[in-house]
């Protein structure tokens, strides 16, 4: 018990033989140690990961300075209080609130991660391999959607042409006429379509007339569609080494053993599949919107699901907390729950720093 004692006094737990702390103010200062470890442990890892190639010893360096100079400046104010010093009062309580602040913050950031990360995660992988099998069959469906519309677009422009010419009250091939073939041939780029001679003027003539040049153009957008539909084909050549597949496996392996793969092995996994996924779809797109669509304005509503950098992988560092959760309401909850544990670490510190610490000095 002797030795015991003298590491507690050591340590400034028993203060002095002249005088002694109570048993009370002993369990108050441990609990204050132990409070202090743990911000001091959220800070220096949050700080870790936030700036990679930071050496751990250096993150702990830095995460014991928030709590060491939140108690200095609590001693400082203190003392500005008694001694009434405006000046230094200020300066002291706003470099406490700056070191609170940081604190709070890389709390905050360490709580959240620890609470969430693996879920977070976990969800990433089953996302991003749902994603990537989506991903060709969607841009089919968008494809083939495409086509379609432009199909009909181009029949409309051939169906107002054909019933101008074959039009009673102004039949034959006119200004009007003219001004519907043009918007036939833009509708299909590199397209001329001379008009056909030996027609009269006449009713039947002119609708003889109509329906075989509507014959040509529709003969000819049928020609462009199925070359469409061949191009679209292609698209299989974005994944010519094959690594789709293979992706898809390694990411349904992790989930089935996710809580015995390490997290290093788990944001690799998530990093190739998030890059293939970037890779294949703008790819896709550049497909879809070179030789899928021949228009200017086809609707290419191809957005992208899985983004570059990783979110859980961006998470890592303290500034990506707020925009995540922004964007990932149904975090809300374990945020709020991080910043109260954080408010309580802190605060309860700082408490038993100032009740106990400063005010036995004060007796």
């Not at 015991?4 to 002993?26: A, C, E, W, Y």
């Not at 369990?27 to 409070?35: D, E, M, Q, S, T």
């Not at 890059?275 to 669509?293: G, P």
């Not at 998470?315 to 910043?339: C, D, G, N």
Request: with cysteine; glycine share 6%; charged share 20%.
């Amino acid at each position: 018990m002797g030795f015991v004692s003298k590491v507690l006094r050591t340590f400034g737990l028993l203060g002095d033989p002249i005088n002694p702390v109570s048993g009370k103010q002993v369990i108050a200062r441990l609990v204050y140690g132990l409070l202090a470890v743990v911000s001091i442990w959220a800070t220096a890892e949050s700080f870790h990961t936030s700036l990679a190639g930071v050496p751990l010893v250096v993150c702990y360096i830095v995460g014991l300075l928030p709590i060491a100079m939140i108690a200095l400046m609590l001693g400082a104010i203190k003392t500005a209080v008694k001694e009434r010093k405006l000046l230094t009062l200020i300066a002291a309580f706003s470099f406490f609130s700056l070191m609170l602040a940081f604190s709070l913050s890389t709390n905050s950031h360490k709580f959240f991660t620890e609470l969430k990360m693996y879920d977070i995660r976990k969800a990433e992988l089953e996302k991003a391999s749902n994603e990537l099998t989506l991903l060709r069959k969607n841009s089919n469906s968008i494809a083939e959607s495409i086509i379609e519309d432009y199909g009909k677009m181009v029949a409309g422009h051939i169906k107002n042409y054909a019933e101008e010419v074959a039009n009673p009250a102004n039949c034959g091939h006119g200004p009007e006429a003219q001004k519907l073939l043009r918007a036939v041939e833009e509708s299909m780029p590199g397209s001329n379509f001379k008009l056909l001679s030996g027609y009269a003027q006449s009713g039947p003539s002119c609708r003889q007339l109509a329906q075989e040049m509507a014959r040509i153009m529709t003969e000819e957008l049928n020609v462009r569609l199925g070359e469409m539909r061949q191009n679209t084909l292609n698209m299989e050549s974005c994944d010519s080494r094959g690594l789709n597949d293979q992706i898809i496996e390694n990411l349904e392996v992790t989930i089935n053993e996710y809580f015995v793969t390490s997290q290093v092995e788990v944001k690799k996994i998530l990093s190739k599949a998030h890059q293939h996924y970037e890779q294949q779809h703008d790819c896709i797109k550049n497909m879809l919107a070179n030789r899928v669509s021949n228009v200017d304005n086809a609707d290419l509503d191809f957005p992208k699901k899985l983004e570059m950098p990783v979110a859980s992988i961006e998470l890592e560092k303290i500034s990506a907390l707020l925009p995540y959760v922004k964007t990932h309401s149904e975090y809300s909850s374990a945020f709020y729950l991080s910043v109260i544990i954080a408010v309580i670490l802190d605060l309860g510190a700082i408490a038993l720093f100032y009740m106990v610490i400063l005010g036995k000095n004060d007796d």
